[in-house]
């Protein structure tokens, strides 16, 4: 699943929940219990073998999972006297008569918490692919990073957290994020955390002095709402403080600030 399809399913889900979770609070109970006879009727009337009715929906995604050429809002959906062999992927478009079905799964999905919602996530953590940023790679884009597509990940990263505005952030990456045309991307990560008004704190770890058999140095990019508390730990602050020299003179003067 692309970290785009992912975005568009949690924007998608917050409408649906919108939409059946709060509207529907005003049924009036005769209105539910009249549905859930309707739904027991059903139950009991035999189908042609030609067609399908939905028993339930089992599953969403936002993307293409028929290779159709159109990405969109899918259900994976249980027909009705068929074994779950037959389940397939279905558009939300061609739902329209089995709203009951798709306000059921909604409700239950938000009693289950099957997705995040905006402002209910206490931490973020993530690692956008470090391809087009290792040096390792000889054909990395110098001038325009943002051009290769697996940088652009760390963009899409950005606007799920701007997005679900968690209360942490934790974002890994290689060093060269902070070297790499001149620290570009590395500059953008923080700058987006800074502009959705998350304090910031950048700092090196390396992985041999925490147990790992290899030195293995990597970029750790935190993130607290205004109303959070970063860690006052002392290995915490070892952690950040870790060989200030190490940094790139770009980001000397910001990478030990928190800013508010």
């Known amino acids: 699943e692309k970290a785009e399809d992912f975005l568009a399913l949690l924007k998608h889900w917050n409408a649906l929940c919108k939409k ?8 009036s109970g005769s209105d539910l219990a009249q549905m859930s006879n309707d739904d027991e009727d059903d139950k009991n009337e035999a189908l042609p073998n030609d067609l399908f009715e939905v028993e339930r929906l ?21 027909w009705k006297t068929y074994d779950p062999s037959h389940d397939s992927w279905e558009p939300i478009d061609g739902l329209s008569d089995s709203p009951e079905c798709i306000k059921e799964f909604v409700q239950r999905g938000y009693r ?14 993530g690692g956008p692919p470090c391809q087009g940023i290792s040096g390792l790679n000889r054909f990395r884009n110098y001038n325009e990073p943002l051009e290769d597509d697996r940088n652009k990940q760390l963009v899409v990263f950005m606007d799920v957290v701007n997005y679900l505005r968690p ?38 770890m390396v992985a041999g002095c925490y147990g790992l058999p290899q030195f293995r140095m990597r970029a750790f990019l935190w993130g607290s709402l205004p109303s959070g508390v970063f860690s006052q730990n002392s290995r915490f602050q070892r952690m950040m403080l870790l060989s200030e020299e190490s940094y790139p003179m770009h980001f000397r003067n910001v990478s030990l600030h928190t800013m508010k």
């Open 20 to 27: 059946y979770v709060v509207h529907s609070s005003n049924s």
């Open 58 to 78: 089992l599953d969403i995604c936002y993307g293409d999972p028929n290779k159709t050429g159109n990405d969109g809002l899918w259900f994976k959906v249980r």
């Open 112 to 125: 289950e918490s099957i997705l995040p919602l905006p402002g209910s996530v206490d931490v973020i953590c």
């Open 167 to 204: 209360k942490y952030v934790l974002m890994e990456n290689v060093v060269d994020i902070l070297k790499f045309a001149d620290g570009f991307l590395g500059r953008y990560a923080l700058s987006r955390l800074v502009s959705m008004r998350y304090q910031a704190r950048l700092g090196l």
